[in-house]
């Protein structure tokens, strides 16, 4: 799924497989830029609360396509804070989507 921001277009893909818990879906995502340069890798948890109830690849591309939506907004605060965690804490940045802050759900 490409995603168009200020920066240009980025591939959004999952990183690595979902991540199933009792309270949240958990997704490694990674931006990267057609040609190369550049690429950002982040976590997203949603709680279960905010899925849809439906489940299988339909479910998981409408999840996608919600991030790539709210990603196309936030994307420089988003690329800013993945990148500052990786260089300075060593880990992933995680974004967390739940009844407080439903994000794009």
């Given amino acids: 799924m490409t995603i168009k921001t200020g920066r240009g277009l980025y591939a959004l893909t999952l990183a690595n497989p979902i991540e199933h818990s009792a309270d949240a879906l ?11 340069i ?6 997203c948890r949603i709680a279960t609360v905010l899925l849809p ?28 804070a993945a990148l500052k965690s990786i260089r300075a804490e060593r880990r992933l940045f995680e974004v967390a989507f739940d009844e407080n802050q439903r994000g794009p759900f």
């Avoid at 479910?59 to 996608?64: F, G, N």
């Fill in 26 to 36: 958990v997704l490694t995502l990674s931006l990267e830029r057609p040609d190369g």
């Fill in 53 to 80: 109830p439906a489940s299988g690849a339909a479910a998981e591309q409408a999840i996608l396509e919600s991030l790539a939506r709210w990603l196309a907004r936030e994307f420089e605060q988003t690329r800013e």
């Fill in 38 to 43: 550049e690429r950002v890798a982040f976590r």
